[in-house]
């Protein structure tokens, strides 16, 4: 074999080992605003574990919930939710959430409220995330997000299903070491 070919052959090798022993830390930090969509786990989709998966799904140290969201809702109403996630150990976190229909189809629309959520629209579905801003804990063990829901007209829906991942990070800005949590709630409207 050539001289220049073992060397070029050995460095590459060297390169190649040198990659897999720098510490996670030390390699590029996960882009906290720029999520994949489709990561609610409703409907077939994949969930925020699909990235960040090395804790357990939906641990028994933390908890995912929705405040303001009725059992019934009335047609065209606005509703003004907030996403809740509580951990014991949790440095930041994020979220993706979306509301549909039993079909699959958008039902109502969404709007952001502060500089903390975004809205994305991906074939035909609005999805609810948080922003860089929106990853800080609002106080210690918890992170709360706020944005508005406006329900769909009676003839349209008589049940949404809001379908949420949520992630409680360890604060490394990498995808290691964090707990995911995943959850769907369903509601009815008014006229059933």
Known sequence: MNKYVQIFSATIIFIVILIHLIPDQAKPAVELEQLLPALTGGFGEENCYSCHFDGPLNSPRGKVSIKNLPDRF??????ELS???EHDTMLNAGFQLA???SNGEQAGSFAATDEHTTVNTYEGIQYVQHTYAGTSLASDNENIWQFIWIAPFADQADTVYFHISAVAGNGDKTRHGDDVFERTLVIISNNK
């Open 99 to 101: 509301a549909r229909l």
């Open 74 to 79: 009335e047609s065209e109403r606005e509703y």
């Open 83 to 85: 996403l809740h996630i």
